[in-house]
């Protein structure tokens, strides 16, 4: 079985195994302030061109999400995010359950409009009840979004601008920022980001490493007492240098990128391959998630070989399916893919 379901089927790296390793019996203090964390933080800083840029370790996602969230807003505001947003749909509520509400927009193509935040803002600013009505307090973009689509910089700057008219704080999940920084066409690195977001994070448990989110603050006014916020949410790591040693490896010879890289390469393969087939596609992505339009029958004849997430019904015959591939994706798996797929392609 060949498994594409998702980005985080494998462990991690070999180069981070061995890192591991190699340090395994070495005495460091706790809690991210070991040599590892602090070597990791000054390799982040030094992408992002920012010494005065707090980098902190985390263990996934959603704690990531609701730790800097509930950080970054007032008891009365809210988060403004697409529909298809991460915190809206896929984190069993952490965001509400710290008594900040998701204020969900209807995105495209998975993505939010500096004219739709717009409107949301004047929308609430201009109600007569506004003060009875939870405030937008944060724009939360993620950046591949969940459908692999991509912010380009004129779109991030449009965004920032709107936030900084409202005093909205720009926040970016970058749970799978690898995959979409060496995407085709992507004009957004490090620096782009820490110029532009108050706040972002570096996703490594889908990029290489075994576990773990860099969290990149930015505004003054997030940096302080961040750790007490990490620490009560529960995702302060007692031995924070696995996470150190972690990112140190992913930003050691550009080895965040170069198998940012394989995972894309190989997803383009997908792509390009199912395409020459005639195979439809949900939306077009550059990133490693693929979505296509299968039929039941080829659904059900794909699954005994490969696994692979079904996304949503298109109509009564025809299903969204995603395809995911990683740092670790094999050649050989794509290549038995795509022989497949050309084999049932006539099954209806
Ligand atoms: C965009 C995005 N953010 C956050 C997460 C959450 O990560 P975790 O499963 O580690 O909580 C995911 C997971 O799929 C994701 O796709």
Known sequence: ???FECDYTEGAHPEIMKRLLETNEEQTPGYGEDFYCGQARKKIQDLCGRADADVHFLVGGT???ATVIRAALRPH???LSAESGHINVHETGAIEASGHKVLALPGEYGKLSARQIQEACQAHYTDSSQEHIVQPGMVYLSHPTEIGTLYSLAELQEIRKVCQEWGLWLFLDGARLGYGMAA??????????????DVFYIGGTKVGALFGEAVVIMASALKKDFRYMIKQQGGMLAKGRLLGIQFDTLFTDDLYLKISRHAVQMAEQIRDGFQKLGYSFFCESQTNQQFLIL?????????????????EEVDQEHIAVRFCTSWATKEEAVEELLADAAAIKTQA
């Not at 059900?300 to 079904?310: C, D, N, P, R, T």
């Open 295 to 311: 039929s039941p029958a080829q659904i059900e004849a794909l699954s005994e070989k490969y696994s692979f997430s079904i996304w």
């Open 1 to 3: 079985m060949w498994r």
């Open 77 to 79: 505001q809210g988060v």
């Open 63 to 65: 704690q990531t999400n």
């Open 184 to 197: 085709s066409g992507s004009d957004i690195s490090f620096r782009e980001l820490a110029e532009l977001c």
